[in-house]
């Protein structure tokens, strides 16, 4: 149900904050309700009335700063000049990937299923608990943020560090030039610090299964690594032979 009681809401964990919400609803009552909830959460909220107003306020937007306009879209099914369905439609035959939350007072298996094939991320049926709205709108964009914004994970060990996104090398400070052999070498050995891995094991890993050649290759990249690694690479502290086995890395 649409009432106070259901939209007070605790201001501790404001996700929200720096979140901007595009509520699409033709119902003024409902449009102001939700717009108090969510701005009571910390979220910045622009509301349409219509269709087409929110498409060409959207676009608009997003012509102007040249970044998506929303971080999320609240959009109801049923609006005049252009219904929810088709806005979504549109959003992603042009590849927005903004999260969409349908409302709708269609609540059956069919309609909830056709929301989201066009590409709606989440459905909610009316009425609803403004509670309930905020949780979901929270969690959409939570998962968003986690597919937009990757963690970087760089590899570290003494003085050397990896960074596999930017394919750099970094050796007590100053960048390494590796070449491609010589660079995945060194990502394996890091990803894996004290296994010990044998020469067929590496061709197989690097080179891959259709490798024909002398297994001394990896002998030979060993060595050069080394030469890039080490202080001493003839008493080295980084790839260390494991005499009988292969070579550890740590």
């Known amino acids: 149900m649409y009432t106070s009681e259901s939209i007070q809401s605790s201001t501790r964990g404001k996700i929200g904050s720096t979140s901007r919400i595009l509520v699409v609803e033709d119902e003024e009552l409902i449009q102001e309700m939700l717009a108090l909830a969510l701005e009571e959460e910390g979220f910045s909220v622009i ?3 219509d269709g087409q107003s929110a498409v060409e306020y959207f676009q608009s937007c997003e ?3 040249g970044e998506p306009a929303f971080d999320l879209i609240i ?3 049923m609006l005049p000049y252009v219904n929810g369905l088709d806005i979504c439609r549109l959003l992603r035959h042009q590849g927005n990937p903004v999260p969409i939350l349908i409302l709708s007072a269609k609540g059956s298996e069919t309609d909830r299923v056709l929301g989201l094939e066009v590409g709606a991320d989440d459905y909610l049926t009316k009425p609803f608990s403004m509670r309930e709205l905020v949780a979901r709108c929270r969690a959409l964009l ?3 943020r986690l597919i937009t914004s990757p963690q970087i994970q760089v590899l ?3 003085t050397v560090s990896l960074n596999p996104q930017e394919c750099r090398v970094l050796v007590r400070g100053e960048e390494v030039n590796l070449s491609p ?3 995945r070498l060194l990502e394996l050995f890091m990803n894996y610090p004290r296994r ?3 020469r067929e094991q590496l061709l197989d890993q690097i080179w891959g299964p259709e490798f024909v050649g002398d297994s001394k290759t990896v002998d ?4 050069w690594l080394r030469e890039k690694l080490e202080d001493d690479p003839s008493h080295p502290e980084y790839i260390v032979t494991v005499r009988g086995f292969g070579y550890r890395f740590g």
């Open 63 to 65: 012509a102007k700063s």
């Open 181 to 183: 052999k010589e660079f």
């Open 196 to 198: 010990v891995w044998s």
């Open 75 to 77: 959009l109801d099914v």
């Open 142 to 144: 939570r998962r968003q």
């Open 47 to 49: 509301s349409a009335a």
């Open 156 to 158: 570290t060990h003494k």
């Open 220 to 223: 030979v990249h060993i060595r």
